[in-house]
């Protein structure tokens, strides 16, 4: 809640008379909170062993607040690739996209890097949501007309801007790097009748373990071979 309050113009406060809408942090064994509000009398936020972390809680709660997950976006299929084959069938539907009549993106780009965006291994509102701009708070009490900062910065609390990585300036006009790491993928192809051959003289990999829902996996270092496409292979 702090980090929410200290970055946006959210502020939480204690409830004194729990019959109005309100948000209750409750343990249980799954991670779920509802988009938006659901419940006039209050509404759980669900807080399971696999998401006690910073980051998940974060998330959480931007989704209480009326945040779709940034792979959720009607776009999202431009910028990354699902192997729904891969998924657990039963949570298939946490990486369905969300109809374009339902949400705006507010112009803003696909952000890979962004804390609703599900990662590598990740395991319908009836009626349009109506949520204002979270900065058009801000930007009214500075005395502006529309957001001034560019490259997608956008107008803090008080009245500077807040700039993305790889930019910076008063307005966000300078561009200094990349907004993303540079990274990129090896595709090997062989001339025809060879076969491409790897050898690994030396590597560790960091072992299975209960990162997530108490089940001991491969979720932070594992090796995947993809011979046949680009999206999926043998791990």
């Not at 940034?70 to 996209?97: A, C, G």
């Amino acid at each position: 809640m702090t980090y929410w309050m200290l970055h946006t113009c959210i502020k939480f406060m204690e409830v004194r008379d729990p019959t109005g809408p309100h948000l209750r942090l409750v343990r249980g064994t799954l991670c779920r909170s509802a988009i938006g509000r659901v419940s006039k009398t209050g509404q759980d936020v669900v807080i399971g062993p696999g998401c006690r972390k910073f980051g998940r809680i974060v998330r959480l709660l931007a989704r209480a607040l009326g945040w779709y997950d940034e792979h959720n976006r009607p776009d999202r299929d431009l910028y990354v690739h699902v192997n729904e084959e891969n998924v657990v069938p039963f949570l298939r539907y946490r990486l369905s996209k969300v109809p374009s009549q339902l949400v705006t993106n507010f112009g803003l780009s696909y952000d890979l890097t962004s804390l609703m965006h599900a990662d590598a291994q990740p395991f319908a509102p009836t009626e349009p949501l109506s949520i204002p701009h979270p900065l058009a708070k801000w930007i009214q009490a500075c005395g502006l007309t529309e957001e001034r900062c560019s490259k997608e910065g956008y107008t803090k609390w008080d009245c500077s801007c807040v700039c993305p990585a790889g930019t910076s300036g008063s307005r966000c006009e300078n561009v200094t790097g990349q907004y993303y790491d540079i990274w990129c993928v090896k595709w090997i192809r062989a001339p025809q009748c060879y076969t491409p051959v790897i050898t690994f003289h030396a590597f560790h990999l960091y072992g299975r373990n209960t990162y997530r829902d108490d089940r001991p996996l491969c979720y932070l270092d594992f090796l995947e071979i993809r011979s046949h496409n680009l999206y999926s292979g043998e791990v």
